[in-house]
């Protein structure tokens, strides 16, 4: 912890020790005295060196989680985050994003039954009234950090029966021809609700990213509406932009 001597706290200074104590780790961090993935010290080991309160340490972090340079993981710290860059004009699901990523995906189940639709459902996934669908609600992890909440609505004649499930949707609808081709999403911001905040260990009221996505089959068949909820401080949704006058090298080859 010998890195920490850089940071310089004066109690006589305008602005309030959490946020010299903040800036002072963000600098550390963007200088590279600490990498991406290095957990800092305990809240105790910090108040130790720094010679202020744990509640002033505690809102330091807590300033730079909701900025999004840390990220907490539950029983383990709280670690300098890396953003994750996810391209939005991609259809992927997220276990096999994780694992092209080189993490480990997982879920944690909040929900997963068989029920009648309601009649949003019915209009969105384009099936009667009195046929079933497969509600799906879960807490989406890489390395056991929950990143998004998912709850996924599809209808269950596309699925294999709950118990065989597994732990992802879109493998499983692969396995019975029902991958989908093509999907339309629409993403906007918000801020993480109470509960949110405690299955996403984040603050309450750190940036949210909300996503509704529809999608397809080549039939044009409606198979997924899921809406998720992804953690502003570690995802930045890319989108390539071209201008539109402009052919491609390989479109002006054929």
Not at 45 to 63: F, G, Y
Not at 180 to 208: D, F, W, Y
């Amino acid at each position: 912890m010998l890195y920490l001597n850089a940071i310089s706290l004066d109690s006589s200074r305008p602005t309030p020790l959490y946020l010299q104590l903040a800036e002072g780790l963000r600098g550390l961090i963007n200088d590279g005295s600490v990498r991406v993935g290095e957990a800092l010290p305990s809240e105790r080991e910090l108040s130790n060196v720094t010679h202020i309160s744990r509640v002033t340490v505690r809102k330091a972090i807590d300033t730079l989680l909701r900025d999004g340079m840390l990220s907490r993981r539950r029983g383990s710290g709280t670690y300098v985050a890396p953003r994750i860059e996810q391209p939005a004009s991609v259809l992927a699901g997220f276990s096999a994003d994780m694992a092209n990523r080189g993490s480990k995906p997982g879920s944690i189940w909040l929900d997963r039954v068989l029920a009648p639709p309601t009649p949003e459902e019915v209009m969105t996934l384009a099936i009667a009234p009195d046929s079933m669908v497969t509600r799906l609600s879960r807490v989406r992890t890489a390395d056991d950090e929950p990143l998004a909440i998912e709850r996924a609505v599809v209808p269950a004649a596309l699925l294999p029966p709950l118990e065989r499930l597994g732990d992802s949707l879109y493998a499983a609808l692969a396995r019975l021809g029902n991958r989908p081709v093509r999907g339309l999403q629409r993403l906007h911001a918000s801020l993480a609700t109470a509960r949110e905040a405690q299955l996403l260990s984040i603050p309450v009221g750190a940036a949210i990213l909300r996503i509704e996505r529809r999608t397809f089959l080549a039939s044009g068949a409606p198979v997924e509406y899921t809406r998720s909820a992804y953690r502003g401080d570690r995802y930045d949704f890319v989108t390539e932009i071209r201008d539109p006058g402009i052919r491609s090298a390989e479109e002006s080859g054929r």
